[in-house]
């Protein structure tokens, strides 16, 4: 799912992956699917809360972003 939405390789994915998992943002688990191991990953609470921060970070980022463009006053 991530592919069709971002262009990037296992080798930048699944390191950031991991390190989400060790600070407590997500949890892996494995299941055995067609004869081979898939990993499943979850979101935790205090993912969500992160995911919450860097969401409100954001739009006031692009609010400043989009006030500079526009010629408008911060």
């Given at each position: 799912?991530?592919?069709?939405?971002?262009?990037?390789?296992?080798s930048t994915l699944y390191p950031v992956?991991?390190?989400?998992?060790?600070?407590?943002?997500?949890?892996?688990?494995?299941?055995?699917?067609?004869?081979?191991?898939?990993?499943?990953?979850?979101?935790?609470?205090?993912?969500?809360?992160?995911?919450?921060?860097?969401?409100?970070?954001?739009?006031?980022?692009?609010?400043?972003?989009?006030?500079l463009f526009k010629g408008e006053q911060q």
């Amino acid at each position: 799912e991530v592919r069709a939405v971002l262009d990037l390789s296992e080798s930048t994915l699944y390191p950031v992956l991991r390190r989400l998992q060790k600070d407590g943002c997500l949890t892996v688990h494995d299941e055995a699917f067609n004869g081979r191991n898939r990993r499943y990953y979850q979101i935790t609470p205090a993912g969500r809360a992160r995911l919450a921060e860097f969401t409100a970070e954001w739009e006031a980022y692009t609010t400043k972003i989009n006030k500079l463009f526009k010629g408008e006053q911060q």
